[in-house]
T-cell receptor, first 115, second 113 residues
Framework: EAGVVQSPRYKIIEKKQPVAFWCNPI?????LYWYRQNLGQGPELLIR????????DSQLPKDRFSAERLKGVDSTLKIQPAELGDSAVYLC?????????????FGQGTRLTVV | AQKVTQAQTEISVVEKEDVTLDCVYETRDTTYYLFWYKQPPSGELVFLIR??????QNEISGRYSWNFQKSTSSFNFTITASQVVDSAVYFCALSEGANDMRFGAGTRLTVKP
């Protein structure tokens, strides 16, 4: 069974340009997460979806970041415009349900470099 | 507010040595879950274990073991007879209440042949 799939793996863009990341969760997982991982740090939650509903986006910088999960399956995370400080690895994860006791399965991430 | 501290930034051992990775957490809730994840160079976080706050039994899985002590708010991870393939960054994480997993800063483990 395929795991969480993310694309692209790497992205280099100039500041002020837009960028988008795509995530395909594990089949049957209705909870989807986007995390940002800065160099040398642990992942930090940006947004969590239960099906197509964003139930926790308190950490998402809404002035430049947006996310969608229109059909409750795939999701995209967008940054517009990107800033130098956005350079990080963006991780997508999914789980069967959004309870405390369910482990999340992670994709390999998209490494974003803003120059 | 919940918080996870992994005081060891980097650890280096020689193959076959035992190594313990420390994790200390803070929470006001009585119901919470603790996790350990492994992040190899490929970047994908791999789930290792989940523990709920009501189960303080230690767990052993092959060369891996976990020691959960509520009295000291610690959830330490020991690798016995380490191998080169164990080299990775290891993250401890905490979930409580309505909050999602909060990760520690991670411990980079290097196992030398």
């Amino acid at each position: 069974e395929a795991g969480v799939v993310q694309s692209p793996r790497y992205k280099i863009i100039e500041k002020k340009q837009p960028v988008a990341f795509w995530c395909n969760p594990i089949s049957g997982h209705n909870t989807l997460y986007w995390y940002r991982q800065n160099l040398g740090q642990g992942p930090e939650l940006l947004i969590r979806y239960e099906n197509e509903e964003a139930v926790d986006d308190s950490q998402l910088p809404k002035d430049r970041f947006s996310a969608e999960r229109l059909k409750g399956v795939d999701s995209t995370l967008k940054i517009q415009p990107a800033e130098l400080g956005d350079s990080a690895v963006y991780l997508c994860a999914s789980s069967q349900q959004g309870n405390l006791n369910t482990e999340a399965f992670f994709g390999q991430g998209t490494r974003l470099t803003v120059v | 507010a919940q918080k996870v501290t992994q005081a060891q930034t980097e650890i280096s051992v020689v193959e076959k040595e035992d190594v313990t990775l420390d994790c200390v957490y803070e929470t006001r809730d009585t119901t919470y879950y603790l996790f350990w994840y492994k992040q190899p160079p490929s970047g994908e976080l791999v789930f290792l274990i989940r523990r709920n706050s009501f189960d303080e039994q230690n767990e052993i899985s092959g060369r891996y073991s976990w020691n959960f002590q509520k009295s000291t708010s610690s959830f330490n991870f020991t690798i016995t007879a380490s191998q080169v393939v164990d080299s990775a960054v290891y993250f401890c994480a905490l979930s409580e209440g309505a909050n999602d997993m909060r990760f520690g800063a991670g411990t980079r483990l290097t196992v030398k042949p």
